[in-house]
């Protein structure tokens, strides 16, 4: 009354422990039979009482090890095979494969507990990982995922390791990257002349070092980190100076979540977000009694806090500091250093000391951010710990396509069959070096999903870099997608929505169907079509790049519009603090519409507000006087703030003059900024969503998709989600992929795939 079934799992299924997990299953519910990796996923034979077959089918589906992530499961019965036990088969790898490798893991509980047992062999060892957790993206070079594919493959494991390493009970069966201070990776300490640091504990000097005020060059998992003890306001403000970083908050990194909550609120789904495997840096709300220094995010209501994941964090932080700054170690937005040589030319100018290792970094991975707005995680940029897990769409895409993305906070993508795997982060493609991690990135796609792509996908910006790049590759068709259908896309594919939607895309440039620089569309489609229902109205940006930034152009711009040239009379700071000669010049610029292309761009409006309100007039990072604008807020937005005003939808455009003059009023009124902050924020939202409700009534669609870099703005993010709820729309919000244009590259594929059927 034997039976035999064959069950094949596919997703992530490999580097997580699966196998050992369905052989001590099997054994339990005394079956016979195998189980291996395959490219297919892991297949499973078993043979046994139909009532153990049951029971073992269940607990398979609902005792998953916690890493796995499972796409397809299928089991079919089988002719017996009488085999007389259960094991673990050697790996099998032919053809097509439609794998999946893991995505780097933060240590585990019993990997932490381990490391810190006196007397164990890896007491206090930096580089102990098994099948639940340790590097697996990041070390890896090619399929399968096996030591040899591994920068691991330097290191000969010894006779221990090699033995838990065979041993199917034991929780390092097959952990690739397993190892101990007898054969595995080590630390070391080198001073700015490439001198080693004499030392038997490079962790604890590495503490003096950072107790002293140092600035620390740390090698970890996706990269380098730079490393300053956070209570230190010298070391912060060095810090500051040397990597040219004038104002961006720097990202910290604290022993656990409880430590945060001593600096910030924290809600019970932001301590998950802390918590979870991946370890993102999270966005939490300052507490006022914080007492961390100011220029660790100065100007800002947040902190970004992310919890230990390597071994070497948690010893640093143990009995010692609060928080450390963690901050990537490159100058601006250039991508991250990953080798040690690298590390000693390039960071020499930035770092004291450098806290090194000797474990390759094969793929780059900066951290990534995530913040918890109406109710989700949302991913802002999207990297260690979630790259390279995909994105799994409803339908099969027709043929395998790439795509190139944007050019800024650019990430490439590449499909096959239902699974798009995105790149992580990749930056702004605006030098050398971010330019050949996004051609190795496409590379490296092509290598772990084992495929060539038919058709490339690219915006259709001409200027993009990475547009033009797409344009080289001669024996692939190219199709040009526009960029906010794209945004729009982007939010339908994560939701696994083909239905016509109406998109409110939020954004600060993208290249427009016209030729001109759009931002601020109200868009109708689908992934085959779309159509820009309304769209802010286009006004000059004078100096064109420079008015980004430079924000006080662009109040120039709004409020020439608004006033004429009545406008120099206007009792506001901006009219004051602007030197004469620079104001008529710019004038001029605007009269003579001299390099002054206009814009639909909502990133615009809000520069402009905020140097209407002298908030800020010149930028230091992307977005600043847009982010300083949204944290003058405080307290929660009410509806009742709106502006009583027509935004006079004329053939589409949406005009902004009264909700300037409001604001304005508003300013030399002397009333406060906060006030007038929230009453734009309120405003602008219940313009859009009045314009959304007529949308709804000439075309009976009731699906609204939010996308596009500003509402990364939380405010604003929150409060039209929440009113459109109530006005009965179904939102459609990311949270795998970013908003910004990280989450570009999704989009590019799925209108792609809609312009081959
Ligand atoms: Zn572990
Ligand atoms: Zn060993
Ligand atoms: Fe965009």
């Given at each position: 009354?034997?039976?035999?079934?064959?069950?094949?799992?596919?997703?992530?299924?490999?580097?997580?422990?699966?196998?050992?997990?369905?052989?001590?299953?099997?054994?339990?519910?005394?079956?016979?039979?195998?189980?291996?990796?395959?490219?297919?996923?892991?297949?499973?034979?078993?043979?046994?009482?139909?009532?153990?077959?049951?029971?073992?089918?269940?607990?398979?589906?609902?005792?998953?090890?916690?890493?796995?992530?499972?796409?397809?499961?299928?089991?079919?019965?089988?002719?017996?095979?009488?085999?007389?036990?259960?094991?673990?088969?050697?790996?099998?790898?032919?053809?097509?494969?439609?794998?999946?490798?893991?995505?780097?893991?933060?240590?585990?509980?019993?990997?932490?507990?381990?490391?810190?047992?006196?007397?164990?062999?890896?007491?206090?060892?930096?580089?102990?990982?098994?099948?639940?957790?340790?590097?697996?993206?990041?070390?890896?070079?090619?399929?399968?995922?096996?030591?040899?594919?591994?920068?691991?493959?330097?290191?000969?494991?010894?006779?221990?390791?090699?033995?838990?390493?065979?041993?199917?009970?034991?929780?390092?069966?097959?952990?690739?990257?397993?190892?101990?201070?007898?054969?595995?990776?080590?630390?070391?300490?080198?001073?700015?002349?490439?001198?080693?640091?004499?030392?038997?504990?490079?962790?604890?000097?590495?503490?003096?070092?950072?107790?002293?005020?140092?600035?620390?060059?740390?090698?970890?998992?996706?990269?380098?980190?730079?490393?300053?003890?956070?209570?230190?306001?010298?070391?912060?403000?060095?810090?500051?100076?040397?990597?040219?970083?004038?104002?961006?908050?720097?990202?910290?990194?604290?022993?656990?979540?409880?430590?945060?909550?001593?600096?910030?609120?924290?809600?019970?789904?932001?301590?998950?977000?802390?918590?979870?495997?991946?370890?993102?840096?999270?966005?939490?709300?300052?507490?006022?009694?914080?007492?961390l220094p100011k220029v660790i995010a100065p100007k800002s209501?947040?902190?970004?806090?992310?919890?230990?994941?390597?071994?070497?964090?948690?010893?640093?932080?143990?009995?010692?500091?609060?928080?450390?700054?963690?901050?990537?170690?490159?100058?601006?937005?250039?991508?991250?250093?990953?080798?040690?040589?690298?590390?000693?030319?390039?960071?020499?100018?930035?770092?004291?000391?450098?806290?090194?290792?000797?474990?390759?970094?094969?793929?780059?991975?900066?951290?990534?951010?995530?913040?918890?707005?109406?109710?989700?995680?949302?991913?802002?940029?999207?990297?260690?710990?979630?790259?390279?897990?995909?994105?799994?769409?409803?339908?099969?895409?027709?043929?395998?396509?790439?795509?190139?993305?944007?050019?800024?906070?650019?990430?490439?993508?590449?499909?096959?069959?239902?699974?798009?795997?995105?790149?992580?982060?990749?930056?702004?493609?605006?030098?050398?070096?971010?330019?050949?991690?996004?051609?190795?990135?496409?590379?490296?796609?092509?290598?772990?999903?084992?495929?060539?792509?038919?058709?490339?996908?690219?915006?259709?910006?001409?200027?993009?870099?990475?547009?033009?790049?797409?344009?080289?590759?001669?024996?692939?068709?190219?199709?040009?997608v526009q960029h906010h259908h794209a945004h729009l896309a982007?939010?339908?594919?994560?939701?696994?929505?083909?239905?016509?939607?109406?998109?409110?895309?939020?954004?600060?440039?993208?290249?427009?169907?016209?030729?001109?620089?759009?931002?601020?569309?109200?868009?109708?489609?689908?992934?085959?079509?779309?159509?820009?229902?309304?769209?802010?109205?286009?006004?000059?940006?004078?100096?064109?790049?420079?008015?980004?930034?430079?924000?006080?152009?662009?109040?120039?711009?709004?409020?020439?519009?608004?006033?004429?040239?009545?406008?120099?009379?206007?009792?506001?700071?901006?009219?004051?603090?602007?030197?004469?000669?620079?104001?008529?010049?710019?004038?001029?610029?605007?009269?003579?519409?001299?390099?002054?292309?206009?814009?639909?761009?909502?990133?615009?409006?809000?520069?402009?507000?905020?140097?209407?309100?002298?908030?800020?007039?010149?930028?230091?990072?992307?977005?600043?006087?847009?982010?300083?604008?949204?944290?003058?807020?405080?307290?929660?937005?009410?509806?009742?703030?709106?502006?009583?005003?027509?935004?006079?939808?004329?053939?589409?455009?949406?005009?902004f003059q009264p909700l300037i003059r409001e604001i304005v009023?508003?300013?030399?009124?002397?009333?406060?900024?906060?006030?007038?902050?929230?009453?734009?924020?309120?405003?602008?939202?219940?313009?859009?969503?009045?314009?959304?409700?007529?949308?709804?009534?000439?075309?009976?669609?009731?699906?609204?998709?939010?996308?596009?870099?500003?509402?990364?703005?939380?405010?604003?993010?929150?409060?039209?989600?929440?009113?459109?709820?109530?006005?009965?729309?179904?939102?459609?919000?990311?949270?795998?992929?970013?908003?910004?244009?990280?989450?570009?590259?999704?989009?590019?594929?799925?209108?792609?795939?809609?312009?081959?059927?």
């Open positions: 009354m034997q039976k035999r079934h064959l069950i094949r799992i596919d997703g992530i299924v490999q580097g997580v422990g699966f196998r050992p997990f369905v052989y001590r299953l099997a054994k339990s519910h005394k079956l016979t039979g195998w189980v291996f990796n395959s490219n297919k996923g892991v297949m499973v034979e078993v043979e046994g009482l139909p009532d153990n077959l049951t029971r073992f089918q269940n607990r398979l589906r609902q005792e998953m090890p916690p890493l796995a992530q499972v796409t397809e499961f299928s089991s079919t019965e089988i002719p017996l095979k009488n085999d007389d036990r259960f094991v673990i088969l050697q790996s099998e790898y032919k053809g097509d494969t439609s794998v999946l490798v893991s995505p780097d893991m933060s240590l585990c509980e019993d990997c932490l507990k381990e490391m810190l047992l006196p007397g164990n062999r890896r007491f206090h060892y930096p580089f102990l990982n098994c099948t639940n957790c340790g590097p697996r993206y990041t070390i890896i070079s090619g399929l399968p995922y096996d030591r040899a594919n591994t920068s691991m493959h330097e290191f000969t494991m010894c006779e221990e390791c090699e033995k838990e390493y065979r041993d199917p009970a034991n929780r390092r069966f097959h952990a690739q990257p397993n190892a101990c201070p007898k054969c595995g990776p080590t630390l070391q300490i080198v001073d700015r002349e490439k001198r080693p640091v004499k030392t038997n504990d490079p962790v604890k000097h590495a503490k003096l070092l950072l107790r002293s005020g140092r600035i620390l060059a740390i090698r970890g998992l996706g990269g380098f980190h730079l490393v300053a003890d956070a209570k230190n306001t010298n070391a912060i403000e060095t810090l500051r100076e040397r990597k040219r970083r004038a104002e961006k908050p720097f990202a910290l990194m604290a022993a656990n979540a409880d430590v945060v909550e001593k600096y910030c609120k924290v809600t019970h789904r932001e301590r998950e977000a802390l918590q979870q495997q991946a370890r993102p840096i999270v966005l939490l709300q300052a507490r006022s009694s914080s007492k209501k947040y902190y970004g806090f992310m919890l230990p994941y390597l071994p070497v964090q948690h010893l640093l932080l143990l009995d010692n500091f609060d928080v450390l700054v963690m901050t990537s170690a490159n100058y601006s937005d250039e991508p991250i250093v990953i080798s040690n040589e690298h590390a000693f030319d390039y960071l020499a100018p930035l770092a004291d000391y450098f806290l090194i290792h000797n474990r390759e970094i094969l793929q780059r991975c900066d951290d990534s951010i995530v913040t918890v707005a109406a109710g989700h995680q949302r991913i802002l940029r999207r990297s260690r710990g979630y790259v390279p897990a995909p994105i799994i769409l409803e339908n099969k895409v027709k043929a395998p396509i790439l795509a190139v993305g944007a050019e800024l906070k650019n990430t490439v993508a590449l499909s096959n069959g239902n699974k798009v795997m995105l790149s992580q982060h990749i930056g702004d493609l605006d030098n050398p070096e971010a330019i050949a991690f996004f051609k190795d990135s496409i590379k490296h796609l092509q290598k772990l999903l084992e495929i060539k792509p038919h058709y490339v996908a690219c915006d259709m910006h001409p200027e993009y870099l990475s547009t033009k790049w797409a344009h080289e590759q001669e024996l692939m068709p190219k199709i040009a982007s939010v339908m594919a994560e939701n696994n929505s083909a239905r016509k939607t109406i998109g409110i895309i939020l954004d600060g440039t993208g290249y427009g169907t016209d030729k001109t620089i759009w931002g601020g569309e109200i868009l109708i489609g689908d992934f085959r079509d779309v159509s820009r229902y309304a769209w802010f109205e286009p006004l000059p940006l004078p100096g064109g790049e420079a008015a980004i930034r430079e924000p006080w152009r662009m109040a120039i711009s709004y409020l020439r519009q608004a006033y004429g040239s009545s406008m120099q009379k206007l009792d506001l700071p901006i009219m004051r603090s602007t030197k004469p000669n620079e104001l008529n010049l710019l004038m001029q610029i605007l009269d003579k519409e001299v390099n002054s292309p206009k814009t639909s761009s909502c990133g615009r409006l809000f520069d402009a507000v905020s140097s209407i309100l002298d908030i800020r007039n010149k930028i230091t990072y992307e977005a600043q006087a847009a982010i300083e604008l949204e944290m003058s807020i405080k307290g929660n937005l009410q509806r009742n703030f709106a502006y009583p005003i027509d935004y006079n939808l004329k053939h589409g455009a949406i005009n009023n508003d300013k030399t009124q002397n009333i406060a900024n906060e006030l007038i902050a929230a009453k734009f924020h309120v405003s602008l939202a219940e313009i859009l969503i009045a314009i959304t409700i007529r949308a709804r009534k000439d075309t009976g669609i009731a699906q609204v998709g939010l996308s596009g870099g500003v509402f990364q703005n939380f405010t604003l993010f929150q409060y039209t989600v929440e009113r459109l709820r109530s006005e009965g729309f179904r939102v459609l919000t990311h949270s795998r992929v970013p908003p910004n244009d990280g989450g570009i590259s999704l989009g590019q594929i799925t209108v792609a795939n809609a312009m081959l059927q």
